[in-house]
Structures are given as C-alpha cells and as structure tokens.
C-alpha cells in the first residue's frame, strides 16, 4: 500500500504561484506514475500533470500548460507542480494520484492510490 499526502494549498491572488508537494509514503512498481488532478465545485476530476518516475514522461492538460510545471525529488519520494500565472479558473481540490505506468489518457479509474486533497483558491 502507498500512502499520499499533499501539502501546499492555499489562497493566492490572480496572477500569483503556489507549489504544491505530494509525498509517497514509499516508492513501488505500482505507484511509478504520479499524477495531479483538480475538482473545481460543481464540475468533475481532471487530470492536470502527469510524469513517470524518472521524469521521461510528462503530459500537461491543455489548460496548464506553459503555466504549471510537475517535477521530483526522488530521495523524498515527493512530486511537485509548480503552479504559476494563476487564475480564478484555477480554483479547485488537487489530488495527487498514482498509477503503474503514464498514459496519454485521464481515467481515474486507472489511479490506484489517491491523496486527501489540497485546496488552492485564487481570488481574482
């Protein structure tokens, strides 16, 4: 079992940064893929970064890229997206997510562990 736990959420006005951290309680085959999603009120999860370990592949949702960047360290087994040039749009739960393997495809069903969730609220 692997445990995620996410930290850095918060209120940032429009135009502002966040970083938020996901921390793995262990590394292992099935948690290789590691994934943010959002879920603003009212609207469903979506995925918003992916990156496989080792930091080969990347995927972005159209609506962050160029603005949110997803990185590790991996001797804390932490992931990270840097969230910059926010918006109101933004505003939402991110979850931090994990799978065995990345894919083009934001299937929730895929993910086999989830974090608590953070809130990020960006006031325009």
């Known amino acids: 079992q692997v445990q995620l736990v996410e930290s850095g959420g918060g209120s940032v006005q429009a135009g502002g940064s966040l970083r938020l951290s996901c921390a793995a309680s262990r590394y292992t085959a099935s948690s290789s893929c590691v994934a943010w999603f959002r879920q603003a009120p009212g609207k469903e999860r979506e995925g918003v970064a992916a990156l496989s370990n080792g930091g080969t592949y990347t995927n972005y949702a159209d609506s962050v890229k160029g603005r949110f960047t997803i990185s590790q360290d991996k001797t804390k087994n932490t992931v990270y997206l840097q969230m910059s040039s926010l918006k109101h749009a933004d505003t939402a739960i991110y979850y931090c997510?994990?799978?065995?393997?990345?894919?083009?495809?934001?299937?929730?069903?895929?993910?086999?562990?989830w974090g608590q969730g953070t809130q990020v609220t960006v006031s325009s």
């Open positions: 997510a994990a799978r065995d393997w990345c894919t083009s495809r934001w299937n929730r069903g895929e993910y086999n562990y």
